[in-house]
């Protein structure tokens, strides 16, 4: 109900922002509505039993662990509504509904923003908008707009957010034969980072330029915000605790407020034929949340609707994923049990910073002008001891096993 | 003035163009079209995609450009697309699927003939579209011939 409410707000905004005439609102431009969707429906088994398979950690999957063939991988839909007032505004409102961490299907508004078209190569937006931080970041979702039946989990799992609530401005420009799109964007936005920790992520700042050139295209985009995140203070006050050496650790990998940077390059050549698609992007919070950089590198070719395609991805953390933590020696008994509790504590959560290698081979099916069949067979080998980007790991699972995953989907669009 | 001097210095270009493709006379050649009174003589093959792709809103000499196309599962439209963009119907319509559910843009309007896009385009001197080119008159310029 909520979603709706804000998504009719959004375009009586907009009317009203035409009425008060910032703009003068021709008398002759037609208001024209537009209504469409996309969906995939989709099945994922993998042959790795101590844990679940997910395409990110804040809609969980469960192909392996809970299920033998799990619908919820990938499965989600999404409905949306265009309105163009005029020439220079309009208005979108998107919601989707997709797995959430309660392990229901949930709706969500993605995006309800205002778009002014200041002049043909200028546009400003306010509201929710799309924070394009990868290629794929912001139409991931769309897996019909996708060449893959999934965008590579290595790079996309780390996406907190993919939306924030904020302005943004996108430029068109030339340099000779280069065609440059370059989006600033301001925000803030709440960032689920993983089942059990809910943060903020404040003042995010963010830019990318994409440049064209024929059938090439490269993207670069650096990003920052400060994220806040409740909820850690007893094991970093426990550190603190113990002196000089667990203030040093606290300092380390404290989560409650830190700057997050991400910085992502693309490339992409597609001739209509064929394509290579290479990205590499590196989310690093400075703290026990993780610093990683996950790269991929895909080539497919287009028999007329007959697509096949293989991927190579992968996964590394650049910081190390065990701590010696508080040193025990000469620590009273008590001292010294609790400081080893707070050691635990530390590399269990640093065992959760995944890396991860996946090679996948995959096909892609136009079977009618909206709709996409496609299937995809994973090896994916988690590494360094981690559980790659598995959840609801079990005790039984061992890291630097390669396991299979095997996805059938259809996706649509209207 | 500057205008009418490049119309008049280009249009021989453009009737050789004209002429030396009339050898072949096989179905569907089509004429990318702006109207008569615009001032855009010629494009070449990537300008017009680029404009028909929502990657720029201007004809090279700055003015604003909105693309026109015919309705979704025409012929010529398939053809436009596959030959001018090297764009199969799917994938156009995976290229507008990323811009429309991310907010960034909407597909061309779309008219259901030759006929009606001439009218279009020739009343339009920002409009740009295509047309089978049979269907050329003296109402619009074809800038580009796709054989």
Redesign the interface.
Same mark, same amino acid.
Do not use: C, V, Y
């Given at each position: 109900m909520g979603h709706v409410l804000s998504a009719r707000s959004v375009v009586s905004a907009a009317v009203l922002a035409c009425l008060l005439a910032w703009m003068p609102c021709d008398a002759q431009a037609q208001t024209t509505w537009r209504f469409g969707g996309f969906g995939t429906v989709a099945a994922a088994h993998s042959t790795e039993h101590q844990g679940d398979y997910t395409v990110n950690p804040n809609s969980p999957g469960r192909a392996g662990y809970s299920r033998d063939w799990a619908f919820d991988v990938d499965s989600r839909a999404g409905v949306q509504m265009d309105v163009q007032i005029d020439k220079r505004w309009s208005a979108v409102a998107q919601v989707t509904q997709e797995k959430s961490v309660e392990n229901s299907y949930k709706t969500y508004l993605t995006w309800a923003n205002i778009k002014f078209q200041a002049t043909p190569d200028l546009s400003l937006r306010a509201g929710r908008i799309a924070l394009p931080l990868f290629v794929a970041a912001d139409y991931r979702k769309v897996g019909y707009a996708l060449p893959w039946l999934r965008a590579p989990v290595e790079l996309y799992s780390l996406i907190p957010i993919s939306n924030s609530d904020g302005i943004d401005a996108s430029y068109r420009w030339h340099a000779g034969n280069v065609k440059h799109e370059t989006t600033i964007s301001l925000g803030r936005a709440t960032a689920r980072l993983n089942k059990d920790v809910l943060g903020k992520a404040r003042a995010i700042v963010g830019i990318t330029d994409s440049a064209t050139i024929g059938a090439l295209t490269l993207r670069f985009t650096a990003a920052q915000t400060l994220l806040v995140v409740p909820g850690a203070e007893a094991l970093f006050d426990g550190l603190r605790s113990f002196g000089p050496p667990g203030q040093a650790l606290a300092d380390r990998y404290d989560i409650a407020k830190r700057h997050v940077r991400v910085y992502s390059a693309a490339v992409n050549y597609d001739t209509g034929d064929w394509f290579v698609i290479g990205e590499s992007g590196r989310i690093n919070t400075s703290s026990l949340l993780g610093d990683q950089t996950a790269s991929y590198l895909s080539t497919g070719y287009r028999f007329g609707n007959v697509a096949p395609y293989v991927t190579y991805a992968r996964l590394v953390a650049n910081l190390r994923t065990h701590t010696a933590g508080l040193p025990l020696d000469g620590l009273p008994p008590e001292a010294a049990a609790v400081a080893g509790v707070l050691n635990d504590t530390l590399n269990f959560q640093l065992r959760q910073i995944g890396v991860q290698d996946t090679a996948s081979v995959g096909v892609r099916w136009d079977i009618a002008p909206n709709i996409a069949l496609k299937a995809q067979v994973d090896r994916v080998t988690p590494r360094g001891g981690s559980i790659g980007t598995l959840i609801n790991v079990q005790p039984g699972f061992r890291s630097g096993h390669a396991f299979s995953v095997v996805s059938l989907g259809m996706d649509f669009v209207f | 003035m500057n205008r009418l001097l490049r119309t008049l210095f280009l249009r021989p270009r453009l009737i050789l163009a004209l002429a030396l493709s009339s050898g072949a006379v096989e179905a569907a050649d089509l004429a990318v079209i702006v109207s008569a009174r615009s001032p855009v003589v010629t494009l070449r093959p990537?300008q017009v995609v $680029?404009i028909f792709l929502s !990657? *720029?809103?201007?004809f090279p000499d700055g003015t $604003? @450009?909105v693309a026109v196309d015919l309705s979704?599962?025409s012929a010529l439209r398939d053809e436009f697309y596959g030959k001018v @963009?090297? %764009? *199969?119907? @799917?994938?156009m319509? @995976?290229h507008w *699927? %990323?811009l429309?559910?991310?907010?960034?843009g !909407?597909p061309p309007a779309e008219v259901d003939s030759n006929a009606a896009m001439r009218k279009l385009i020739a009343d339009n001197p920002g409009m740009i579209g295509y047309v089978d080119r049979v269907a050329l008159d003296a109402s619009v310029r074809a800038v580009l011939i796709v054989r």
């Open positions: - | 990537d $680029e !990657q *720029s809103n201007r $604003e @450009a979704l599962g @963009a090297r %764009r *199969s119907p @799917a994938l319509k @995976a *699927s %990323r429309i559910f991310t907010g960034r !909407q």
